[in-house]
């Protein structure tokens, strides 16, 4: 199995700061890689799909870059709706494995 | 944009099943996979596997393969997810997401079903 793995597992952060959360992959996933967003008592929902592309309807100050085994979600300007969890999943071969998240915490 | 509606939050005993459904609509069943994911209290996403309504080929994740059956019901555009031999350690949220398969992730989810597996 392809194992994910995320840093930090917790970022404290303010309103208007520049955040990058980072995602390792064990093996090589190509671009096949997905960001979620999840806040407390709800389901996941799709930020980026393909390492880098933005889902219909996500603001643009989310981005994503990356191949291979390194990933970056970016949050250029963090907003008080951006504090939740977030995880990274690769879908290049099966099982999908989700990296373990990222809190993002009002600093 | 599709919608997925999954069943109620359930208790089971320890030995027990539980088969989650979950029902799509505003899109063709078929064009998609369904994966299934669940999240035990205070902890991440764990993916358990995949079904496509297409032609019901699956993939489970091993952690519970033997246990774990994924159907669908094209008739009614409903996919489940049945979980037998419960333990403790299967009380968790479980989710349904619409799967692209290996290109765009998982767009669109259910709202999550709670299975609480106590004696």
């Known amino acids: 199995d392809i194992q994910m793995t995320q840093s930090p597992s917790t970022l404290s952060a303010s309103v208007g700061d520049r955040v990058t959360i980072t995602c390792r992959a064990s093996q090589s996933v190509s671009n096949w890689l997905a960001w979620y967003q999840q806040k407390p008592g709800k389901a996941p929902n799709l930020l980026i799909y393909k390492a880098s592309i933005l889902e219909s309807g996500v603001p643009p100050r989310f981005s994503g870059s990356g191949s291979g085994t390194e990933f970056t979600l970016t949050i250029s300007s963090l907003q008080p709706d951006d504090f939740a969890a977030y995880y990274c999943?690769?879908?290049?071969?099966?099982?999908?494995?989700f990296g373990q998240g990222t809190k993002v915490e009002i600093k | 944009q599709g919608q997925l509606v999954q069943s109620g939050g359930e208790v089971k005993k320890p030995g027990a099943a539980v088969k989650v459904s979950c029902k799509t609509s505003?899109?063709?069943?078929?064009?998609?996979?369904i994966s299934w994911v669940r999240q035990a209290p205070g902890q991440g996403l764990e993916w358990m596997g995949w079904i496509s309504p297409y032609n019901g080929n699956t993939n489970y994740a091993q952690k519970v393969q033997g246990r774990i059956t994924m159907t669908t019901d094209t008739s009614t555009s409903t996919a489940y997810m049945e979980l037998r031999s419960l333990t403790s350690d299967d009380t968790a949220v479980y989710y349904c997401?619409?799967?692209?398969?290996?290109?765009?992730?998982?767009?669109?989810w259910g709202q999550g079903t709670t299975i609480t597996v106590s004696s």
């Open positions: 505003n899109y063709t069943f078929t064009d998609y996979g």
């Open positions: 997401a619409r799967d692209w398969g290996a290109t765009n992730g998982m767009d669109v």
């Open positions: 999943q690769q879908y290049n071969s099966y099982p999908w494995t």
